[in-house]
């Protein structure tokens, strides 16, 4: 397990711990998915890329989740749809992002049914 693993605290399994690009104190957790509404006004299921200051942040006052836009894209979108949006926009979930790491062995298998369908035609 490498440095940037933990244990689900509800689960055995584990998962990759994902940061931000700079430190984000009161962002929302980037380790869960959000709901998010696109320009259709339809929410619609997302993980957080990345976040910056949003531009109308009064500097005194203390952060939190909704001084940040976050940077979005949404699962089964292209990621030409992926795109900055306000806080007001996202609803948080409960939904941990478990990154499935692939094994060796099916890689393995893939290259061989690919091998496979070449010499059958």
Same mark, same amino acid.
């Given at each position: 397990?490498s440095?940037? $693993?933990k244990?689900h605290p509800?689960? $055995? @399994?584990t998962?990759e711990v ?5 430190? $984000? =104190?009161?962002a929302?957790d980037?380790n ?5 509404k696109?320009?259709d006004g %339809?929410?619609y299921l @997302?993980?957080?890329i &990345?976040?910056? !200051?949003?531009k109308?942040l &009064?500097p005194k006052?203390?952060k %939190? ?5 976050y940077?979005?894209?949404?699962m089964?979108? &292209?990621?030409r749809m &992926?795109?900055?949006v306000?806080r007001?926009?996202l609803e948080p979930?409960?939904d941990?992002i478990?990154?499935?790491?692939e094994? @060796?062995?099916?890689? =393995?298998?893939?290259?061989? !049914?690919? $091998?496979?369908?070449?010499q059958?035609f």
């Open positions: 397990m440095k940037s $693993s244990k509800k689960t $055995s @399994a998962f994902r940061k931000y690009s700079q430190p $984000s =104190e009161g929302l980037l869960y998915y959000v709901k998010g696109m320009k %339809n929410f @997302a993980k957080i &990345d976040c910056r !200051l949003a109308d &009064d006052k203390k %939190n989740d909704f001084s940040y836009e940077y979005l894209h949404y089964d979108f &292209d990621r &992926d795109e900055w306000p007001s926009r979930t409960r941990l478990e990154e499935k790491k094994k @060796a062995a099916d890689k =393995e298998h893939e290259g061989m !049914l690919f $091998s496979f369908l070449v059958a």
